[in-house]
């Protein structure tokens, strides 16, 4: 796969435009048929120039979304292994010898493993009305998201060999 930055993609469209204004709008055509090819290279221009623009935000939109799926991602596994560090860490209950030491263990310890049933079921609650989203979800947002991302990719880089094949003929 091609990757373009952005500025690569505007010097690209700015050759293109330059290419369609040197075109002009088929008034000087001698024949039908020099108008007509005339109008179809405006129109393939003009599509080429449409596409590379929308390709490209939806490009930087789906990795934008990707990045922040996966940083939600890395989220829950370190509140994840929070949780379990200080399940291990606890007091075992069942080594308490007074009463209100054991309750207070088995209190803890049940309260972790409610927390960490809560984050695997995207119910714990980080924030005021604000949960993490749960571990199945979160890899299916990403999926779709790096699928979304590969299809502007190749959208992209079909839209990149347009614009070369049509800039092409202008540079030789």
């Known amino acids: 796969m091609t990757t373009a930055t952005a500025p690569h993609i505007e010097d690209i469209v700015a050759n293109l435009r330059a290419r369609l204004v040197a075109l002009g709008d088929g008034g000087e055509a001698t024949s039908e048929n020099e108008r007509v090819a005339c109008r179809r290279d405006t129109d393939a221009i003009q599509r080429t120039i449409t596409g590379l623009v929308s390709a490209s935000e939806d490009l930087t939109r789906a990795a934008q979304r990707l990045a922040t799926g996966e940083a939600d991602h890395a989220a829950v596994i370190a509140k994840c292994q929070e949780i379990a560090d200080a399940l291990a860490?606890?007091?075992?209950w069942h080594k308490a010898t007074d009463s209100r030491e054991r309750d207070r263990a088995f209190d803890h310890e049940q309260h972790l493993r409610a927390q960490m049933d809560a984050l695997v079921h995207?119910?714990?609650?980080?924030?005021?009305?604000?949960?993490?989203?749960s571990l199945d979800s979160l890899d299916r947002r990403i999926k779709d998201q790096t699928t979304r991302r590969d299809r502007s990719q190749r959208a992209l880089d079909g839209f990149l060999q347009q614009a070369a094949?049509?800039?092409e003929p202008e540079e030789t």
């Open 122 to 133: 995207g119910q714990l609650l980080y924030a005021p009305g604000q949960a993490y989203e």
């Open 165 to 167: 094949a049509l800039l």
């Open 89 to 92: 860490a606890a007091d075992d």
